[in-house]
């Protein structure tokens, strides 16, 4: 079953400009992770937010959440040509799965 | 180094022809999990463990199986991969209690 949908799927900016992508899921959840991936490598961990959260930071990342309207979003700042990738949202409902979003496509113009 | 394996990275096989995928990890992780990535679909589990001999069945289990004998490894084996196995999989495991998951660098299989 698909939780997580992103939006937009594909997201072209220049380097300098800030990327904001947002994730809709169905179900109450735990957690909402964020996930990296480059082209055709495996996921990396960027940054979890719990569901008493409502924005955390890490770095040139922020994330929100707002469980009413059951949405995340993701923003970069000040993007760089290395964040060209794809974006993934996960949510964790303490079901012991985690279950991904279909992913924004981020390409960064130097 | 922490990290998560698997073998082969690319494979492309015939229909009926049993094949397995190796996963193993080096952190002493007790959860693993087998998850397949298609275009427009995302990612989606197929099967996890949540330590040894523990397995369960994910989102879409129908067509494979898998064995948890040993803590580091988890294969993931196809018995009679179809054209509708081709795909990219990905394994990943995470501690118990512990929420983020470590993938592998993936395998891309494609059944001809």
Request: with cysteine; aromatic share 10%.
């Amino acid at each position: 079953s698909q939780q997580g949908e992103e939006d937009p799927q594909a997201l072209s900016i220049q380097e300098g400009e800030n990327a904001t992508m947002n994730c809709s899921y169905k179900t109450s959840i735990n957690n909402l992770q964020w996930y990296r991936q480059n082209s055709g490598r495996g996921l990396v961990h960027l940054i979890l937010i719990r569901s008493n959260e409502r924005e955390k930071h890490s770095g040139r990342l922020r994330v929100t959440l707002d469980t009413s309207k059951k949405s995340s979003s993701l923003l970069i700042t000040a993007s760089r040509a290395a964040d060209t990738a794809s974006y993934f949202c996960a949510t964790d409902n303490n079901t012991d799965k985690l279950i991904f979003g279909t992913g924004t496509r981020l390409q960064v113009f130097p | 180094e922490a990290q998560v394996t698997q073998n082969p990275r690319y494979l492309i096989t015939v229909t009926g022809k049993k094949l397995t995928v190796t996963c193993s990890q080096n952190m002493n992780h007790e959860y693993m999990s087998w998850y397949r990535q298609d275009p427009g679909l995302g990612l989606r589990q197929i099967y996890y463990s949540m330590n040894v001999e523990v397995t369960d069945k994910g989102d879409v289990p129908e067509g494979y199986k898998v064995s948890r004998k040993e803590k580091r490894n988890f294969p993931l084996i196809l018995e009679s991969p179809s054209p509708n196995q081709t795909s990219l999989y990905f394994c990943a495991s995470r501690r118990q209690g512990a929420y983020e998951q470590y993938f592998g660098p993936g395998t891309r299989l494609t059944v001809t």
